[in-house]
Each structure stands twice: as C-alpha cells, then as structure tokens.
C-alpha cells in the first residue's frame, strides 16, 4: 500500500459514512476507480460494518472502527 493509498484509506470510514466534503469524495472515488487494492479494503470493510450494524443494530463504536482500519491496514502491509 503506497502513501497516497494510506491517506485515502485513512479517510475511508468517513467517506463511507457520508462524512466527507464533497471534493475529498471525488478525490477518493476517482483513487478508488485506479486503484483495485483499495476498492477491496473499501469493501471488506464496508461488509464488516455492515454485518457489525446489523448484528447490533445501532452505529458501530468509533473504537470499535479504528480497530478494524487498523487491521486492514496491517493485513494490507504482510
Ligand atoms: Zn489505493
């Protein structure tokens, strides 16, 4: 994962969230169209949301989120 990839992904759970100003979007859905690597981690982690909110019903805990970007980051990095 190169640097341009981390910055992106760094942001991925707000762009999923809806959370980000509409240029950084843009910025991420164009990186996403180039870029086969973050469009996987962009879906596993949308799916682990997903079954996470379901499970739950409620929004995921923050912490509970940046332990998972952590391991998809970490699992991108072996
Ligand atoms: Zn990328």
Redesign the pocket.
């Known amino acids: 994962?190169?640097s341009?990839?981390r910055t992106?992904f760094e942001r991925i759970s707000e762009f999923l969230d809806g959370e980000l100003d509409r240029d950084l979007c843009a910025k991420i859905e164009s990186?996403l169209q180039d870029?086969p690597?973050?469009r996987e981690c962009l879906e596993s982690l949308r799916r682990t949301i997903e079954l996470c909110r379901r499970m739950a019903e409620e929004e995921i805990d923050p912490g509970v989120l940046a332990r998972l970007k952590r391991a998809v980051l970490e699992a991108l990095n072996h």
């Open positions: 994962m190169n341009e990839c992106y990186h870029c690597e973050c």
